[in-house]
């Protein structure tokens, strides 16, 4: 299936893109900043997982940002969408199979740790995957990587470095921590907060670790930011929303975009 895919992407562009940037809830618009090569929907791509939500473009973007060659996954799948962990991370091992070797993850999370205000960014330094089923279940597919991948030190830290530097030079809020997947769609009760707390999540969503596993067991070099876009319930006494999330996203959008262009430069 991946080859037919690959196949099909490489009859349409032959761009080779060095990082991979995917896109979270919101943050669409940092595809509009794109030098482009060439637009892939996902839905003209056989097979392959299509988002069902309305801020989820569901597209590759291939081209240039700061003249590094970048694919932007415009929109991910979610597990609560009805799509096994393989079919989640299926674009992330074709961003692979493309030629990136580096990617940048970024998600809109809910904050546990108190240090965390919303519109903060959170550099993701590390993660908890014990709340959903791995993507690498099943017959390990070799020629993508091993059967029992490491899970040390998995984000890059000179990559995690540069963001933070990257934050601080343009006044951008940012901390770091570690984000826990849960499968969603609902929100998490307070008794789940103070769970995810305990074992020490500082920052919760519903993406992002499933394909981290993938980028990692393909050997990719791995970054990721989220976006506080809400308090976790029960930190706040008061109703999370989705119109929450997306309007701290479309608060934060323009720095978002701005740390995102600035730390490729630097790449
Ligand atoms: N919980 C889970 N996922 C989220 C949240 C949250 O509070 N905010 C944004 N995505």
């Known amino acids: 299936m991946l080859e037919k895919q690959i196949d099909y992407i490489r009859s349409i562009t032959d761009f080779i893109p060095d990082i991979a940037v995917v896109l979270g809830s919101g943050f669409g618009r940092v595809a509009e900043s794109v030098k482009t090569e060439a637009v892939i929907k996902y839905s003209e791509i056989e097979g392959f997982p299509v988002s069902t939500l309305d801020n989820h473009k569901g597209r590759f973007v291939f081209g240039y940002i700061a003249d590094k060659k970048v694919a932007i996954m415009d929109g991910r799948v979610h597990l609560y969408e009805g799509y096994s962990p393989q079919e989640c991370v299926l674009p992330i091992r074709l961003l692979h199979l493309l030629g990136c070797k580096t990617v940048i993850f970024t998600n809109a999370a809910g904050g546990i740790n108190k240090g965390l205000e919303v519109g903060d960014f959170m550099i993701i330094n590390d993660h908890i995957s014990s709340f959903v089923d791995s993507p690498l279940i099943g017959k390990n597919i070799d020629s993508l990587g091993t059967r029992f991948p490491d899970m040390n030190r998995v984000y890059d830290k000179e990559i995690s470095n540069l963001i933070f530097e990257t934050a601080k030079e343009y006044s951008i809020p940012i901390k770091s921590g570690v984000y826990a997947q849960l499968k969603g769609p609902q929100f998490e ?5 103070k769970m995810l707390s305990a074992v020490g999540c500082d920052a919760v969503g519903m ?32 109703p999370i929303t989705n119109d929450e999330v997306k309007q701290t996203a479309a608060l934060r959008i323009n720095e978002f975009t701005k740390l995102l262009t600035e730390t490729l430069r630097k790449l």
């Open 207 to 238: 993406s992002t670790v499933i394909e981290v596993i993938a980028a990692r067991h393909c050997n990719m070099k791995i970054a990721g930011i989220s976006l506080i876009t809400n308090l976790a319930c029960g930190i706040l006494d008061q």
């Open 189 to 193: 009760t307070p008794a789940e907060i």
